[in-house]
């Protein structure tokens, strides 16, 4: 039987949500009117207020909602779009992250079959972080952590935030990629805010383009060699770079560069928010090949069934998406052995 796992959702813990709540700027957690609760958000590609119910902090919630959806397994990772990593001091940061992954071991202790979690990292602190995801492995029983993936738009902000992956390297960590900046201390991230006008598509843009920009750090310049147990996974399909790859091949072989796909496939994708469009997937798996993507739904900013229906009735064959499902698992049993 197919066993679906769930690579892209989010959880935010109860101190974690007590310590955002003391704060007066955003980032912050804040009640309305009517006594429920909606995060202010600190980030460059998304301004808004988003309402926080059960279903971002309850574990009875969230186990519901995946048996409902027909989802075997989740990976739970901290919400970068939240803009908190670059906008809290070092000192802050640590406070938060290692309660937040205190929580989350405990939720995943309660359900060992159903949950996995990944750390949550300050950018503010490498050194710090490099320690923290020893002790999630070691102490907690997580299965690697989650960065923003502005601290990968170049090769030095890559560079700065090394000693992390090489943590994760003896331990065969899984890293997860996911929106937002990193804190300002990482150099090589983009300065310029995206236009206020037409909100939600340069919110895309915007979003896709930091993906893709991580991407071609991670896969086209040699970072990641002496990283190979380490898996690297991206989300929102990996931005805008599947409609690229092939001009970055052929502009790459007219330079006498190496095949460039061979490369880029060195990092695994989740379907997210862009694999429900099926013209955006369809075309992810023809120029990567379905073996480097992964499920994932994004929950709970949005409800996973539907996420999963969409990826089920794009077009693709039986075999692709078995292979597409297939990816996860096999990705859990290895972090499995390596524990």
């Known amino acids: 039987m197919t066993q679906i796992i769930d690579w892209h959702t989010h959880w935010l813990s109860p101190r974690a949500l007590a310590f955002l709540e003391t704060r007066d700027a955003a980032p912050r957690v804040q009640r309305r009117p009517d006594g429920g609760l909606e995060f202010l958000v600190n980030s460059s590609v998304l301004s808004r207020a988003i309402p926080i119910g059960p279903t971002f902090f309850d574990g009875p919630t969230r186990i519901a909602h995946i048996d409902e959806a027909g989802i075997d397994h989740q990976v739970i990772s901290w919400p970068t779009t939240l803009g908190v990593d670059p906008a809290l001091d070092a000192a802050a ?60 738009l ?5 560079r700065h935030v090394a000693p992390i992956l090489e943590v994760a390297q003896r331990h065969g960590s899984h890293l997860y990629l996911h929106t937002g900046l990193a804190h300002p201390c990482v150099p090589g991230q983009w300065a310029h805010p995206p236009a206020a006008d037409a909100a939600t598509a340069r919110w895309l843009l915007e979003s896709t ?23 690297v996974q991206l989300a929102m399909l990996g931005g805008i770079l599947p409609a690229l790859a092939g001009s970055i091949d052929a502009r790459g072989r007219k330079e006498g560069l ?22 955006a ?37 039986a075999h692709t ?8 698992r096999e990705i859990l049993e290895r972090l499995a052995r390596a524990a």
């Open 93 to 152: 940061s640590r406070t938060l992250f290692r309660d937040y992954n205190d929580d989350l071991a405990e939720l995943v202790s309660r359900h060992p079959g159903r949950l996995s979690g990944l750390a949550a990292l300050t950018t503010a602190d490498v050194e710090w972080s490099a320690r923290e995801l020893d002790r999630a492995h070691r102490e907690l029983g997580l299965i690697g952590a989650v960065l923003p993936a502005g601290a990968f």
């Open 154 to 158: 170049s090769l030095d902000g890559a």
């Open 209 to 231: 383009s930091q993906f893709s920009a991580a991407w071609i750090t991670l896969a086209l310049t040699d970072f990641l060699a002496p990283f190979p147990d380490v898996t």
């Open 258 to 279: 190496p095949p460039q796909l061979p490369a880029l496939r060195r990092i695994y994708i989740d379907t997210g928010v862009l694999g429900s469009d099926p013209q």
């Open 281 to 317: 997937l369809g075309l992810a798996v023809r120029v990567l090949g379905a073996e480097r993507i992964l499920f994932g739904s994004d929950y709970p900013l949005v409800p996973s069934a539907p996420v999963l229906a969409a990826v089920r009735g794009s077009g693709l064959d």
């Open 321 to 328: 998406l078995q292979t597409l499902f297939n990816n996860g």
